[in-house]
């Protein structure tokens, strides 16, 4: 795939994962003809590559759609989580290198100082990401991080409609803390019950079916 096609790709997976374009948004090839100055075949490409990446739905005869949030998608992303990073804080327990807690510390530094600035939300969602690849990273399991994010598009924006209130940020940035504490102090029992809570505690929210609904994928 060319340099260029691969730039606009990019730009609407972030502009998707943003919720900038939000689900059910009609994405026309008209629309991104005119909008990147391209012809239409390598268009149709971009969006045969969005929809196999989950992205974007095709539907012949009537065009392509923001695909919806797939909560049956979310739970297979999290329970992936939360068992490869209550493995991997076991193995990690007792047993970071001085280089690797500072790292986590000063990814923390940032998360808190974000929390002052208009944008937290945004900002905090690229620092929470480093702080778990981070730990990926210290394990030796950065092929696992890379695995998951392929498959992240409904996980990423279902996790980003949680984290729009600064309550929720700042119980993040409080378990990382706690986090980071119990594997330095090697306290094993409390990580695998503070990894379940970190990573599954909204998985079953009523309350953002309920705030969400036009966002969330139903079956016909």
């Known amino acids: 795939m060319s340099t260029n096609k691969q730039k606009i790709i990019n730009q609407l997976k972030k502009e998707i994962l943003s919720l900038q374009i939000k689900p059910g948004t009609i994405i ?5 003809t005119d909008r990147f100055q391209l012809s239409r075949t390598p268009i149709r490409d971009i969006l045969k590559q969005l929809s196999l990446e989950g992205y974007i739905n095709i539907y012949p005869q009537k065009g392509s759609l923001v695909s919806y949030i797939d909560l049956e998608s979310v739970e297979q992303i999290i329970y992936l989580r939360s068992t490869l990073e209550k493995e991997i804080v076991s193995e990690l327990c007792g047993l970071i290198p001085l280089k690797g807690q500072h ?11 974000c929390l002052k600035s208009d944008n ?3 900002q905090l969602i690229p620092l929470d990401d480093a702080f778990h690849k ?3 990273e210290l394990a030796g399991r950065t092929f696992l991080w890379d695995i998951i994010q392929q ?10 409609l949680h984290m729009l209130k600064q309550e929720k940020l700042e119980e993040i940035i409080k378990e990382h803390e706690q986090l980071l504490t119990l594997l330095v102090q090697n306290d094993a029992d409390k990580l695998d019950e ?3 809570h970190h990573i599954r505690a909204d ?9 969400f609904v036009g966002y969330i994928k139903h079956d016909n």
């Not at 790292?103 to 940032?110: G, T, Y």
């Open 120 to 122: 937290a939300f945004e």
């Open 134 to 136: 981070t730990l990926f």
């Open 203 to 211: 998985v079953d929210s009523t309350l953002f079916q309920e705030h």
């Open 28 to 32: 026309s090839e008209a629309t991104l």
């Open 194 to 196: 503070l990894i379940h």
């Open 151 to 160: 498959f992240n598009v409904h996980y990423m924006r279902y996790r980003k």
């Open 103 to 113: 790292d986590l510390k000063q990814i923390l530094l940032a998360q808190k100082e």
